[in-house]
């Protein structure tokens, strides 16, 4: 029997409660439903709207059946109509009268609200810390590569030359802003806890919302009651950073497919990531990557569904916030699968040091290294461009490398140009001298390592 059942409803279709169910989608909140009951059974007791002794009995039985569930001896009924009115069920089996007492005072809207969010701050304590993992991953690799030249690209078109650690250090840069928009959308989620409002009006009995609030950890209540029960918002933040957070996965993994195939073969994979052709024997393909970068489109496509849900929706709740869990159940799960990946995956990534050097010896990456070279002799900067620009030209035109024009050649093009023009292009010697924070110097690729290591460890 449903929870709102009595003699004014007429009993529901089979067919339309099997619709309405959403036990096999919410079960996962069973532990933050049974933290969120207790809590409420402990005020209950304080503000003596129950016996003290019936709440003494209600938070140990609830005790219990976590112990069960986290036993996994508890047996769940599955026809149920969510694992909220199961809970309640169970209570009344075990405890009698006593077990229905849980529910004064409160709905399912706020308590569905509040599991959702206490559930929502376990997770994202783990996102959280799995993200720390994958920042220091990063680093640490970054820190093997202080000195691994390779080219950096604008259109896809070589550019100037960097090191492999400063190319990784832009990722860890990428990925502890995720770090820090999960951290504060967390700080929100804790700033409106919902346990109260009950069903939009909160109650006639006297609550004390703020020691349900200490009790389960958060920072303050909801101010207002029809918002506590139809606010979303924590979750599409959640959403939102996790989209993100998906973005620079799936960026980082399109440079892997694109860095491991054959045209470039600036790095390789590991079989431990990989994957081979059920036909072509000499394949191996960088699936776990493709996996992320089609991953990514799923989390989008579950921010967007919530959006969806809740545009329309009036005060207070309607049945419509139903759909928004199993969205945010879908992308916390994604981003988790990812995050526990990629540590392992990017330390079982080798880097070809030697053709990323060969591949940044060509292309003319060091041209604006040239032009700054007559610049620093008192040229203006447009006509050292112009000058470069020309040499170039010259070069391909002999089948020449800035590196293999002789000095006669140069003056040719400007009297500047004197034999330390080599030791300016000399793709180790660019790199190093691009001292300006935030650059490819070996030395301030160590601070930003030392800095980002620093805020976490």
Known sequence: MALWSNEYHQEMSNSAYEFNQSILIDIR????????SMAHAQMLGKQHIIESDEAKQLVAELSSMREEYANQTLQIDLNEEDIHSFIEAELTRR???????IHTGRSRNDQVATAMKIYALDEVEWIIEALEKVILAFTDEAQEHLETIMPSYTHLQRAQPITYGHYLMAYVEMFYRDYGRIKDAAKRIKETMPLGAGALATTTFPLDRAY???????????????????????????????????????????????????????????DTFSTGSS????????????LFRGKSGRVFGDLMSVLTIMKGIPLAYNKDIQEEKERLFDAIDTVKMMLSLLPSMIDETIANKEVMY????????????????????????????QVTGNIIQYCEETNQTLETLS???????????????????????????????????????????????????
């Open 29 to 36: 909140l069973f532990d933050a439903d049974l933290r969120g």
């Open 95 to 101: 405890l009698g009268d006593i077990g229905k007492k």
């Open 212 to 270: 349900t609030t200490e009790l389960l950890g958060f920072s303050n209540y909801s101010n207002n009651s029809l918002d506590a029960v139809s606010d979303r918002d924590y979750s599409l933040e959640l959403l939102s950073a996790f989209s993100i957070l998906s973005m620079h996965l799936s960026r980082y993994s399109e440079e892997v497919i694109i860095w491991t195939s054959q045209e470039f073969k600036f790095l390789a994979l590991k």
């Open 279 to 290: 036909i072509m024997p000499q394949k191996k393909n960088a699936d776990i990557h493709e």
């Open 358 to 385: 060969k591949a940044a010896s060509t292309g003319f990456i060091n041209a604006t290294d040239c032009a700054d070279y007559l610049t620093a002799k008192g040229l203006p900067f447009r006509d050292a461009y």
């Open 407 to 457: 000095l006669a050649e140069y003056k040719e093009e400007h009297a500047l140009f004197e034999e330390d023009i080599y030791d300016a292009i000399d793709l180790t010697a660019c790199v190093k001298r691009r001292q300006v924070d935030g650059g490819p110097a070996p030395e301030k690729v160590q601070e930003h390592i030392d800095k980002i290591r620093s805020l976490l460890i």
